[in-house]
């Protein structure tokens, strides 16, 4: 790593307060050569009988599918070589595959882009502010997914759109991160695995997750900071869920079908809007929430903004 | 000799009945007495080829394929042939070939094992060249009990070439080799260690296996068989069939590569990066991209690798981009905050004087004000996100400590343009730059502030030779500035925006502990003297 580039990250959190906004309002964009590459990578299963993918984005236009090809997986990229540069890495442990991808854009990356540290931590936690950012508009990238291969899916999306149609696919967790993003998440298909966890970190999107019955999680964790959300949860639930909803500012619309019971904890500055619900003590409870088969009992916290609840 | 002894499975290759015999546009032939036995010849289609016996080694198109005894009854054979067809046509030496092939066929069979598998890898070679049909049950290199493949009814040439060709490939294969970089270390291969380099049309038929790797630099190659190691595509292109192999991964750097319904013949991992055409940015990924590369399935991880290094003036023009670059933001930086600065002067003259002040007289207690701010302000965030209650405080507090930063430094680089107006220079023309009014204080100290970010943005005209002093100028500007944000911080802190002096008059005649308290808090200010 060059002197400047440590010394612009180590600086970044304290100059950007004061700085950080005016000089890139200020400052001119260069308007450099455009180079643009077909990226792929492609594995058959072989051995590998578990799969753990991590996946970080800049932005531009991400699809994620599942799909009954015998790849393992394969990933497909079209980027401009003047601003990003992506990297993989491939591990095996065992009988199971890491995959780890990541489509970086700034300068002080491409520079770095030798430098191992990225590769270095099998534990990388995904937050927010790790997103990469500058979005290439006219950038995009495939993301097939083996649907007979049980798989871990962790995603990071800077900016852009994002569709993720994972109906079919074998996911046994699934994590979400999002920037500013408009982000579309489906699962047509019921989940081949039980999903013990499913986490989504939402920055300034526009949100939508359809049929998440048919994710088959048992606990549920969205934090969303601003933007607006729709979370249905329709589709063919085998068991009883539990879902800790977080929103900063912003409208929340949840679509909980009618012979799910429901159960409400809200805390918050939000109004909540839930016509189907009767409120009973702390809790907005759905008629049929004593005889339901299947219970999904949510946890929410809205700071602003408006929360409806659909149930039926 | 040995070497080639692994590529005799390779050269089973049977001519599908449907393929069009290539005629002879050329010939030559070379004998010398106890040396050299060599035809070389041209076909119709352009295509050269030379047949050589020499040094008890079988060569095709300068690939061994077999050996011979010498003086033994195959050289006494193609020196037969030769010496009978010297100095005839194209057409009459195309006849003999053809001959010499059935005497091959009739002939291998009774002889020595040597020169038998040297017989056979010589007609398949023949059949090869010049698209003879093969009749039922004579595949030459086919193992005994084996049945003959179907035709798979390819017209044109069908060779395949292990190991180098008769004319020289070292700038293609230096040229895969540089674009192999991009791609990873695990890019590097060396010339010996490839078992085939295609350079034209080829053909692997499904009972033949390429003992190692393959390097396609040119043409097509048809893969039906089987490729123990890798292939490396610098261009061209690569159609895997449907009962094709590769043992190892599939690395592509250009060209086009047809994987069939699915990449299943490829065990290893299929990895491209390939440059579009400049017309075709923005269009999507076509589903059937073309890509390779290989890579083990081991555990070292691969990175990719920037593009190869630019040349001199493409780095010179770079590097004066970059200092543009970095001074065009330094000075936009400066504007922004100078025409800030003249705001806050105009409207808010007495409470940023009194800031400046503050830091510029009681530094130290500004600092360790400002530091203990910073360190508070994730805390206090946390609380106020806490209790949930609070989330509607969260945006005015955020609002509030960016306030007070961007105050506070304005407010420092106005002690910082003081302490430079107050200072007497030996030059005359330093002396004439000296004013006294706040204005010219902000603004000269917001200058002095940001002079560093400047020159270090101009170092990046000497590129990396500089890096080390740039990176130490902006260590040192970086380093400067938060201590300077952090003492203008704590100097509104200290002062409730300005609101109040906490300024010792240390010019006040009576001396500390004689009437002027160091806390004395109601002490004014020390007022600039003011020309404007």
Redesign the interface.
Known sequence: MMPDARLARAAAPTLSVVLGSLVLGGAPESAAAQEWRDFRTARQPGAVDALDIELMYEGGRLDVSASETQLLYDVRLRYDAERSLPRREWRRAGRTGHLRFISSSSSEERRDADDPAWFGDPELELELEDLPRAADAAGRLDLSLNASVPTDLRLGIGAGRARLDLGGAHLTALELITGASDVEVGFARENRAAMELLSIKSGATAFMAEQLGNARFRRLEFYGFVGDVVLDFSGSWRSSAEADIKMGLGELLMRVPAHIGVRIRHTGLASLSAADLEKVGDYWLSPNWETARVRLQITLVAGLGSVIVEHG | MTRTLPFLACLAVVLPASAQEAGIADAAITLSAAGRAELWFELESGTEHRLRFEGETVEVDGIGIGSYAERGDLESAWRAFLREHAGEDASAVRGGLVEFRRFLEEWSSAEEVADGEAARALAGRIDAILGLAVPAGAAPALPAGEAAPEAPGQPGPMQIVPGGLGFDVTGELDRLREALGRLGDSGEFSEGGLAMIVHGDYEVLAEATIPGDVAILDGTLRLAGGVEGDILMLDGVLVLDGDARVRGDVLQVGGEVDFGE???S???????????A?S???A??APD?P?V?Q?E?S?A???????QPPGFWSRLARNF?RAV?GV??AG??F???AVLGLLLVYFGRRRLETVSDTVRLEFARSFAMGLAGEVLFVPVLLVLIAL??T??VVPFFLLA??LA??FG?LAAAHASGEIFARRRFRTEWLERLRRSNSYYYVVSGLALLMLPFAA?AVLWVFGGAA??V???I??VA??G??VV?TAGFGGVLLTRAGGRSVVVDWSADSAPGEGASPRAETDPPSAPVDDA
């Open positions: 699915d990449a299943s490829v065990e290893g991992e299929i990895l491209s990066d390939i440059r579009l400049p075709a940015p923005s999507p990924a991209a890509s590369r890579v399935s555990e991880p691969m990175q990719m690798r920037p593009p981009g670059e065009i933001a936009s930086t504007m922004v905050l949930v209650v989330w509607l400590v960016w930063g961007v430094y270090g890096d080390f740039r990176g130490l902006l260590f970086g380093v500035t938060w944000v």
